[in-house]
């Protein structure tokens, strides 16, 4: 059974991006497929110095992403790039140095924006850094998902029948897309 990783680049709880992410499991026919949340937001800035003894915090993350098969990334774009909450969890994830948690683990990206493709610069400076990584990123589809809050119900579920197709795409091509990548297990 696949274990899939979901991160949101916003620490907000109120994250537009985290409703769009707490949709996603619920689209998934296949009842194969586990997830997990992968919470950012405790993480200390990375400073290099700790290295030699690491917070607890970011011992937990990067256990927390080693443990999945893949990962899925939904992230806003602040100031045309990542948000700085999510650059840090990428670097606590990259080190040390040669113990690199996103090395061959297969990765796929979107972002939720009020505009239609508010975070187009945010998925490229991501593929860049994932690039780097080795992470087999998904290229196809782009998802830069349109929100609207009349969308989504009381309970949180996705109510448009447009943009619910949207992520029922996204995600089916995300759970292919790590199936396919994921290492096998000795």
């Given amino acids: 059974m696949p274990r899939i990783g979901i991160i949101v680049g916003s620490i907000a709880q109120n994250s537009i991006n985290r409703t769009v992410a ?3 499991p619920s689209l998934v026919a296949d009842t194969e497929v586990e997830f997990e949340f992968i919470d950012i937001s405790a993480l200390p800035l990375y400073n290099y110095e700790l ?4 917070p607890q915090e970011a011992t937990d993350f990067k256990a927390e992403v080693d443990a999945v098969d893949g990962i899925i990334i939904v992230t806003p774009e602040y100031s045309r790039s990542i948000p700085g909450a999510l650059k840090n969890a990428l670097d606590w994830a990259a080190r040390p140095w040669g113990q690199n948690s996103f090395t061959g683990k297969p990765t796929a990206i979107m972002g939720a924006s009020i505009s239609a493709v508010g975070t187009a610069a945010a998925q490229q400076h991501l593929r860049a850094i994932l690039g780097h990584f080795n992470a087999p990123t998904m290229g196809q589809p782009e998802t830069f998902f349109h929100f609207s809050a009349d969308a989504f119900g009381a309970d949180g579920s996705l109510q448009d029948g447009t943009q619910l197709a949207i992520l029922e795409n996204f995600v ?11 290492p096998v297990a000795a």
């Avoid at 995300?174 to 199936?179: E, P, Q, R």
């Fill in 22 to 24: 707490n949709v996603l």
């Fill in 51 to 54: 290295d030699g003894a690491w």
């Fill in 172 to 182: 089916t091509a995300a759970v292919a897309h790590i199936t396919q990548f994921a």
